[in-house]
């Protein structure tokens, strides 16, 4: 009964965090502008706070399996708290780099810090490996559908209280206040938790472990990490923050409507990785990461090409379409090809390799986009090195095949 409890409550924790990532990711961009800061000190921010949660993440999953989850966990909640305060209360640049790289703030809308991997692995520990992908793709449709909520929320509210009389920095101040809030709402889902999803380390195995918390299967994941780093890199090029922005430069797109095009993406988004699983069950968990990618990679590099805006959100909507059904696969497959007792760390180390690779890119893209001539480089220079990844993964892990596809039924 502990176990399905857990489910519930694991499930619960990532709505309320990635509600909370989607509120945010549409305004704080225009935040950061309204502070006074400009695209290349915006674009440096973004960089310091994705590093800042890879250097946190590693710390915490690589000790989770050993240490506890659940006290890893709760110790992510708190950095989320700290930094949405210090976001919210401060316009010292030096105090938001400071926030930025220790606290936990999403600028992309998407999963950061070290929740995904303790939560996955909590979770494939509770489950027989034959509903492995299934759920994992419903944990990404509720990460979806909250995240689509959150940024309806973000975009509506700003443009509510705009409406009122509010100043837009105060209104982009409020809805990060509710960030924090919602940190302390995970604080107290998490304290739910039972021992029930913690791995158990016999005697002789604690000392095969390596800094990273790995052993056998440390050549796979560092192979395995060195390419997600590379299509995350890719993909820090058009994170939703970015995105939003390029839409209000561009086409002068209002906060509730930049909400209303990010509702029905990320919508989109948890109904293509709903459907992965299926699809994995014909062809395999690796070929549903690639050839539903490449597509989804040739769909964005024509998002900043179409003529206007309808067709260009018509592009963005497709690309999300299909743009999340590797998601579960890729997380099952990693954990699919790990011993239980490394699977926090193979999921930590494989995914602060992506949120390194995607720190990056900001760094690249924000000054881009300011300029009007290449302000579409960001969207084609993702697409053109994904479809590099999705050719290079296939090429190395054609062979390796999860235990379950080995041995079917």
Do not use: C
């Not at 990532?21 to 915006?42: P, R």
């Amino acid at each position: 009964m502990s176990s399905r409890l857990d489910i519930r409550l694991l499930f619960a924790t990532r709505i309320v965090r990635m509600f909370s990532y989607g509120l945010l990711a549409v305004i704080l961009a225009l935040y950061l502008a309204e502070l006074g800061l400009s695209d290349s000190e915006i674009g440096l921010l973004l960089t310091l706070t994705l590093l800042g949660d890879t250097f946190i993440s590693l710390w915490i999953t690589t000790r989770a399996d050993r240490v506890g989850r659940k006290r890893m966990l709760l110790i992510g909640a708190a950095l989320m708290i700290l930094a949405g305060i210090l976001f919210a209360f401060t316009r010292n640049f030096y105090m938001l780099l400071f926030a930025a790289t220790i606290g936990v703030i999403s600028p992309s809308g998407n999963e950061v810090g070290p929740f995904l991997a303790i939560e996955q692995s909590a979770l494939a520990h509770t489950l027989p490996a034959s509903q492995r992908t299934q759920v994992f793709a419903w944990y990404q449709l509720a990460g979806s559908l909250a995240t689509a909520l959150g940024s309806l929320a973000g975009g509506g509210l700003a443009q509510i209280m705009q409406n009122r009389g509010v100043p837009a920095l105060a209104s982009y101040r409020y809805i990060i206040l509710i960030y924090a809030i919602l940190g302390f709402a995970l604080v107290v889902l998490f304290n739910f938790v039972s021992a029930k999803v913690e791995v158990v380390f016999k005697a002789n195995e604690a000392t095969k472990i390596n800094l990273l918390g790995l052993g056998a299967s440390n050549r796979t994941v560092l192979k395995l990490a060195g390419l997600f780093s590379v299509d995350a890199f890719a993909g820090g090029f058009v994170v939703q923050a970015i995105v939003a922005y390029w839409f209000h430069l561009r086409y002068g797109v209002s906060p509730s409507t930049l909400g209303a095009i990010f509702f029905g993406a990320n919508i989109l988004a948890g109904i293509s990785a709903l459907s992965a699983a299926w699809i994995a069950r014909q062809i395999g968990l690796l070929n549903t990461m690639v050839f539903t990618h490449v597509p989804s990679n040739i769909l964005l590099i024509l998002v900043p090409l179409m003529p206007n805006l309808a067709l260009a959100i018509t592009a963005l909507l497709l690309r999300f379409s299909i743009s999340q059904m590797d998601v579960p696969t890729r997380q099952s497959y990693t954990l699919a090809v790990v011993s239980p007792e490394e699977r926090s760390s193979a999921a930590g180390v494989t995914g602060i390799a992506r949120t390194l690779g995607a720190s990056l890119a900001p760094l690249f893209s924000a000054p881009l986009i300011g300029i009007p001539a290449l302000a579409g480089a960001p969207f084609i220079i993702s697409g053109i090195l994904k479809l590099v990844y999705d050719f290079s993964l296939y090429r190395s892990f054609k062979t390796i095949k999860p235990y379950e596809e080995q041995n079917p039924g």
